[in-house]
């Protein structure tokens, strides 16, 4: 996930209807305080907080303290309660990114493939590099040309070990489906560690790699060979999503995400866990053989499905339901049984936070314990407020550097009931 300027605060729709806060003042934001902790610990190195590997080219040890002070910076200036834990270091901090993209660029009969107009990254595996070395040199070839003018972007998904190679176009016809065929054979000829392929259509030309908004066509997904299922495995269980659904892209530091979630909730044999914004079940089942029960809720049917498959085959036994809806306070009012004693919350909503009553409706639920996952650090003080306003407190603030290279944090919040 790459940063951006922060916009100047105005007001914008947001997912459920309603309208919230769009981005902090620039001075405020996470990337503020990056900047000035990088001008006081690394006054050496010039910081490009629109780049997307703001900080690839600084060394490590250094990256994980300018984090640590922008976090102690930010923390003060937002009057975050909490102790706020030492950041957790990635055991791969360059090369780690187990999906990666290139936007692809046609011009005068030749195809390039480009991120932030380079044609390599810090950030992504060797393995990547070369296969979108061999995706461009076999799409140079004139006879490609007619597939090498509708692609978007190529996306490469998986492992450190295996992918799936994702080609988005925005035009598909008898053509571009022959060579997209062809494509499929040479990736089988010529490159091992290619497991599946897929055609990905997008007539917008968005600048997401999957959808700008999903097509409704028929062929709007469509595997060419291999399949149909990336894997991942995770404190020794082996699960599986498809191609499209959200999966952290740092595989190396998943075992300790996974632990610190289970510390930090101190789940117990008698508790249920409520899992929402479940995505394909990682963080619910692997915290499931320590709690009584688990309900999560997503609103990607597709990964929902995956869950409920894993699931059955990594939780034999266990009490696991997964519900596919929309996550909002009407949806959690329906869907959800009656609170019980014991209960602990793991919410874990995508960069822009959830929505509107979301926070009062689960507080009314009085759970035990809440973890609040953030991947956009900005969003932190607007939810904790939220928090605040229904009597539960933030205890501990865990950063865990999910991104290295980047300006992002994955943020873990420990909130318990005020009278506690």
């Known amino acids: 996930m790459g940063t951006r300027q922060p916009a100047p605060r105005q007001s914008v729709p947001h997912p459920g209807g309603a309208v919230r806060p769009a981005a902090m003042p620039a001075g405020d934001a996470f990337g503020a305080c990056l900047a000035a902790a990088s001008r006081e610990l690394a006054p050496g190195h010039e910081l490009d907080i629109r780049s997307l590997e703001a900080l690839a080219e600084m060394g490590y040890p250094t990256e994980c303290k300018v984090k640590q002070r922008a976090m102690e910076i930010f923390k003060h200036k937002h009057g975050l309660k909490g102790e706020l834990h030492k950041l957790t270091p990635s055991p791969l901090s360059r090369g780690y990114r187990t999906t990666s993209k290139r936007r692809a660029r046609f011009s005068q ?26 995706i461009q040199d076999i799409l140079s070839a004139s006879h490609y040309q007619v597939l ?27 053509s571009v489906v022959r060579k997209l065929k062809q494509l499929a054979v ?41 399949s149909d299922f990336l894997d991942i495995c ?25 632990a610190t979630i289970r510390e930090l909730l101190d789940l117990k044999t008698d508790m249920r866990l409520l899992d929402l914004y479940c995505g394909y079940g990682l963080l619910g089942l692997t915290a499931a053989q320590h709690v ?21 085959h990594q939780c034999k036994g266990k009490n696991i339901k997964f519900i596919a809806a929309a996550i909002t306070a009407g949806s959690l009012r329906e869907k959800l049984p009656p609170p019980v004693a014991g209960e602990v919350i793991l919410l874990d909503p995508p960069r822009q936070g959830t929505s509107p009553g979301v926070i009062e409706e689960l507080a009314r639920r009085q759970p035990a ?23 539960y407190m933030s205890t501990h603030i865990v950063p865990l550097d999910m991104f290295p290279g980047s300006m992002n944090l994955e943020t873990l919040v420990l909130l318990e009931p005020r009278n506690e």
């Open 109 to 134: 009969g030749k195809l390039e493939l480009f991120i932030e107009h380079r044609q390599q990254s810090k950030l992504e595996p060797d393995m990547h590099a070369d296969i979108f070395a061999m």
């Open 148 to 174: 090498s003018r509708h692609l978007n972007y190529c996306i490469i998904r998986g492992s450190y070990e295996k992918c799936a190679v994702i080609m988005n176009v925005d035009h598909v016809d008898g």
């Open 186 to 226: 040479a990736f089988q000829e010529r490159e091992r560690r290619i497991v599946s392929c897929f055609m990905y259509l997008d007539e917008t030309k968005s600048d997401y790699y999957l959808e700008s908004r999903r097509p409704e066509q028929v062929l709007a997904f469509k595997k060419l060979f291999g």
């Open 234 to 258: 995770v404190d020794d269980m082996r699960l599986l999503y498809p191609p499209t659904v959200f999966s952290q892209v740092n595989e190396s530091i998943l075992p300790e995400f996974t």
């Open 292 to 312: 009584n029960s688990v309900i999560g809720m997503d609103i990607e049917g597709p990964a929902v499905k995956a869950a409920i498959g894993n699931a059955a």
């Open 369 to 391: 314990r809440v973890l609040h996952i953030f991947c956009g650090t900005d969003e932190i003080p607007r939810e904790l407020k939220l928090w605040e306003e229904a009597d």
